[in-house]
């Protein structure tokens, strides 16, 4: 009896259990297409702070060049010494 329980689970579980667990996460995966309206919110936030960012790094950049005129050439070989440093 033992012998037969077995096999039939097994059989059961590859051809019956295995294809509705896919078939489910499948339908879960296309039901959600599209970012939910908080994702979107959060987004939205993300760009305003990305914004003021870029406005305030652009205050800083003129500043500093009012003050110093040289300091981006000054900026762009600092860098290029610091990458053949680490080769």
């Given at each position: 009896?033992?012998?037969?329980?077995?096999?039939?689970a097994i059989v059961g579980m590859l051809f019956i259990g295995l294809p509705g667990l896919i078939l489910?996460?499948?339908t879960k995966w296309k039901s959600?297409?599209?970012?939910?309206?908080?994702?979107?919110?959060?987004?939205d936030e993300l760009h305003e702070l990305a914004r003021r960012?870029?406005?305030?790094l652009e205050s800083v950049e003129r500043i500093?060049?009012?003050e110093n005129p040289n300091w981006k050439d000054n900026r762009v070989t600092d860098l290029s010494?610091?990458?053949?440093?680490?080769?």
């Open positions: 009896m033992e012998d037969i329980i077995v096999p039939v489910h996460y499948l959600q297409t599209g970012i939910s309206s908080q994702d979107e919110a959060l987004l960012l870029d406005q305030r500093v060049a009012a010494e610091q990458r053949r440093q680490l080769r």
